[in-house]
């Protein structure tokens, strides 16, 4: 559970970050940010959350080191969990607390996430030209050459991924512009989120 809490925080602490920005905690009014950098909006909460995580793991070593015991059972083991049982229980239902405090002031970013994902004229779409070209010109290996030349170009400043494509005399002959706008359409990713939850949560 614990280890659980961390992989969420991390997640947050990662998506705050200034080159990425897509979501941060919230921040109070007159909360005092990172005390190098006045701008900075330190993930604080996540942080912690972290190092509960940490705490937790510890105490299962504690607990596996309590397995191997003495013959006929000496109470090696009995000082340790006096420690580790309320202790742990303690920790893990406080850190259940922060990360729902951090959902509740959780700020979402929708649009840096555009953003980036049609950065360098949505290089995140390459998978899917790929998949669309695979077909049509018999070759992976191919297609995949063709794809890869354009997005290297794109990923170095040399023009937008979307744009070299179509003006790609080679991926031409394979794909009419509409079949290329068509592997740039986010739409494609999102449509089952509607179903996705409602099979989760029943409603």
């Not at 669309?132 to 170095?156: F, H, I």
Request: charged share 30%; proline share 2%; with cysteine.
């Amino acid at each position: 559970m614990g280890s659980s809490l961390e992989k969420f925080g991390t997640e947050v602490r990662n998506l705050q970050r200034t080159e990425i920005g897509e979501m941060a905690e919230g921040f109070t009014k007159g909360q005092k940010g990172s005390s190098a950098m006045p701008h900075k909006k330190n993930p604080i909460t996540a942080e912690r959350i972290t190092g509960i995580a940490r705490l937790l793991r510890g105490y299962a070593v504690s607990a596996m080191e309590n397995i191997a015991l003495w013959h006929e059972r000496d109470i090696a083991h009995s000082s340790v969990e006096r420690i580790i049982l309320p202790d742990a229980n303690i920790i893990a239902d406080y850190g259940l607390q922060k990360f729902n405090d951090l959902l509740q002031g959780l700020v979402i970013n929708d649009k840096r996430m555009l953003e980036n994902i049609y950065y360098r004229g949505g290089l995140v779409f390459s998978q899917r030209l790929l998949l669309k070209l695979t077909g049509p010109v018999g070759s992976r290996e191919k297609a995949y050459r063709m794809v890869q030349r354009n997005g290297m170009k794109a990923a170095e400043g040399h023009g937008l991924f979307k744009e070299l494509v179509r003006n790609d005399r080679e991926v031409a002959q394979y794909l009419k512009e509409a079949e290329i706008d068509e592997c740039f359409d986010l739409t494609y990713y999102t449509k089952n989120v509607d179903k996705v939850f409602k099979r989760v949560f029943k409603k």
